[in-house]
């Protein structure tokens, strides 16, 4: 089974400054990792997603993240935050070979100020 | 491609009442998940469908729940003698083909029991 842990649930940041949201996995197999974000009353928008290759993994709106194997951590980091960045950021894991759900982590409010 | 269409949007209901939601997915997506997120949480998986076929359920999914996807197109969620506790919003999400690696998230009905 799969486990995520987001250890930060609230992250305030200036605008214009970078970010880092942290995210941790747990897996005793090959896995998928995703970072969704969700603004307020909307569903789930997919940012980017790690599945094999590059470890850099580039996604929509400036983000990026990369998978660090030995220390099971899937960062997510933006070199220069928007006030509309601000929402809930979730960092999600699924097993390489057992894709069938996605486990998600409690979230990350990225709250920026201007 | 219109998107996961999901209704209602908003749900109150007394304890004890049934409910019942609706999940439209995405034209041609076969895998259609049901999740359920509370306040400050990430969502929780709790069922999903292969087409008509539902493949796993969690332990989340008490008696009282019930999901349907009977021609593999919409899908339902009904909840039986509501409790406070499943006061939550519930997110339908769907993908093509077998795997996780992109899920396209409905804004989700948002339940309250009182």
């Known amino acids: 089974a799969q486990s995520v842990t987001q250890l930060d649930s609230q992250v305030p940041v200036f605008e214009e400054a970078p970010v880092e949201l942290r995210c941790n996995y747990s897996?005793?197999?090959?896995?998928?990792l995703f970072w969704y974000v969700q603004y307020p009353n909307q569903g789930l928008q997919l940012l980017l997603k790690y599945l094999s290759g590059s470890t850099l993994v580039k996604g929509i709106n400036g983000f990026e993240a990369e998978f660090n194997k030995s220390q099971t951590s899937f960062h997510l980091r933006k070199p220069s935050v928007h006030i509309s960045d601000t929402a809930e950021y979730f960092c999600a894991v699924s097993g390489a070979r057992n894709t069938d759900k996605l486990i998600f982590g409690t979230g990350t409010r990225l709250q920026v100020f201007p | 491609d219109t998107g996961v269409s999901q209704d209602p949007r908003h749900k109150i209901t007394k304890r004890g009442q049934n409910v019942t939601f609706r999940c439209d997915p995405i034209?041609?997506?076969?895998?259609l998940y049901w999740y359920r997120q509370t306040l400050g949480q990430g969502p929780e998986f709790l069922t999903y469908?292969?087409?008509?076929?539902?493949?796993?359920k969690s332990r989340l999914l008490s008696d009282r729940f019930s999901a349907e996807r009977p021609k593999g197109s919409f899908s339902t969620l009904e909840i039986q003698r509501t409790e406070q506790g499943d006061s939550a919003m519930y997110l339908c999400?769907?993908?093509?083909?077998?795997?996780?690696?992109?899920?396209?998230f409905g804004s989700g009905t948002q339940l309250s029991v009182l």
């Open positions: 034209s041609e997506h076969n895998r």
């Open positions: 469908f292969q087409n008509e076929a539902q493949l796993e």
């Open positions: 897996s005793s197999v090959s896995v998928y």
């Open positions: 999400a769907s993908s093509l083909g077998t795997g996780t690696e992109k899920l396209f």
